[in-house]
């Protein structure tokens, strides 16, 4: 699937590509609600139904992601609550040796997220993978979502690459779609980004089910 002399930089997404989704759906559709039901005094439908519609309307933004923005906005502590909870967050199958594998290649390792920096925090607090980055990139930082065609532009000035020879993997469509349009040649997204929900089987770029499927042969770096 994937012909590694092709390829000299490696984008990696975090949430539901390097780490299971199932801790943010959870947190986002069941826990928070919940939370907010609670210190609002109203139903847990109506609760889910008020946040779905808050976070739809954001959907692909940058606020989408803030968690700053959603604790003004709820009048909630986000990082707060997704601390009591953090025990949830797990990797996927076999990303460890991946990304051991490609640190130990001439390629470089991006991680390219969405993910607030506080989300980054907590996350490497419980899964730390940052040893295997040669640069962590957060949109935040570059003032726009990877949905944007801005991200791309600025990642490209912090950090060159030859968007014919980079391999980006997210779990997103939207942000493969937008790497897509900006010239990055190797797209694959991941089939099961949430391990406790059924395969996806509609994608629009090639997928994969774990990273066994796509592991680089440490013979030929």
């Given amino acids: ?50 946040l779905h519609g808050q976070f739809s309307a954001k959907q692909g933004s940058l606020e989408w992601y803030c968690l700053d923005h959603w604790s003004q906005r709820l009048d909630i502590d986000i990082a707060g609550l997704k601390r009591e909870v953090q025990h949830m967050i797990s990797i996927r199958p076999f990303a460890v040796e991946f990304l051991t594998r490609l640190h130990r290649s001439e390629r470089d390792v991006v991680m ?27 949109s935040h930082d570059l003032q726009a ?10 990642l490209q000035s912090l950090h060159p690459f030859d968007p014919a020879r980079t391999l980006l993997i997210d779990d997103t469509e939207q942000v493969l779609a937008s790497a897509q349009h900006y010239g990055i040649a190797h797209l694959l997204t991941l089939l ?30």
């Fill in 1 to 50: 699937m994937i012909n590694w002399n092709d390829i000299d930089t490696v984008l990696l997404d975090m949430d539901g590509t390097l780490l299971d989704l199932h801790f943010d759906n959870y947190f986002w559709t069941e826990y928070l609600p919940d939370v907010y039901a609670q210190r609002k005094g109203i139903s847990a439908t109506e609760s889910s139904r008020h």
């Fill in 112 to 138: 390219v997220t969405n993910a607030h920096r506080q989300t980054l925090d907590i996350k490497m607090d419980n899964v730390d993978i940052r040893r295997w980055f040669d640069r962590m990139v957060i």
């Fill in 145 to 154: 979502p990877k949905e944007d065609q801005q991200f791309w532009h600025r």
């Fill in 192 to 221: 099961q980004p949430d391990s406790r929900r059924q395969k996806r089987i509609d994608t629009r770029f090639r997928g994969i089910h774990h990273f066994d499927e796509i592991m680089p042969d440490e013979s030929n770096p």
